[in-house]
């Protein structure tokens, strides 16, 4: 992006979905490992408690 | 991430589940948890993103690698965001700010006060009265 951007540039265009505060969580169904087996993770399930969604960039880094 | 395993009991206590994800395969997901010493510390499931459709659903995606920010996402019971942290390049997370946060939430939530900069568990929260507007 260049820096040369201003607010102006931004400020008038309607706001796109950032997933953000107060935002619906976008569900999803994916693969994870769950101690040690493979199992469908369905974020709908988790309604009623508090989540965390903890993204990191990859396995065998520091995360 | 093994901060986070650490305080795990103590975010199961307030009712929270922890689900990590990266575009990692769900085979290099089994293979780091069994053979990194924090991987193998970890109770909670290591989502493969495979297709980067969550990544990217979030808006935290590195387009230039295909690998997600170091984001993290709180969603409360009915299904909403409250936070979203991204964190640099340089610098992994804090476990105690997040549990600060979630208990911080829950506080506020349950109490109705404001939860102020720095609030720890065991401190006042804040009443919101108009009369103190200019006053604190």
């Given at each position: 992006m260049s820096n040369d951007l201003t607010v102006e540039d931004f400020a008038n265009e309607p706001l796109p979905f950032t997933a953000t505060r107060d935002d619906p969580a976008p569900l999803f169904t994916a693969e994870a490992i769950v101690n040690g087996d493979i199992q469908q993770v369905n974020?709908?399930?988790?309604?009623?408690s508090w989540v965390v969604l903890f993204f990191y960039a990859s396995d065998f880094t520091f995360v | 991430m093994a901060a986070v395993a650490a305080i795990y009991s103590e975010l199961q206590d307030l009712n929270t589940e922890v689900l990590a994800i990266s575009t990692d395969s769900v085979y290099a997901h089994k293979i780091f948890k069994e053979i990194s010493p924090s991987a193998r510390?970890?109770?909670y499931p290591l989502v493969s993103d495979r297709n980067q459709l969550i990544s990217r659903a979030y808006r935290t995606?590195?387009?230039?690698?295909?690998a997600a920010f170091r984001t993290t996402v709180i969603v409360d019971p009915e299904g909403t965001i409250v936070s979203k942290i991204t964190y640099p390049r340089e610098v992994g997370r804090n476990s105690q700010e997040l549990l600060r946060l979630i208990q911080g939430i829950q506080f506020g939530r349950e109490t109705g006060l404001g939860v102020p900069g720095d609030w720890v568990p065991g401190m006042p929260g804040i009443p919101r009265r108009p009369e103190d507007i200019g006053r604190i």
């Open positions: 974020l709908e399930d988790y309604r009623g | 510390q970890v109770q995606i590195d387009e230039q690698n295909g």
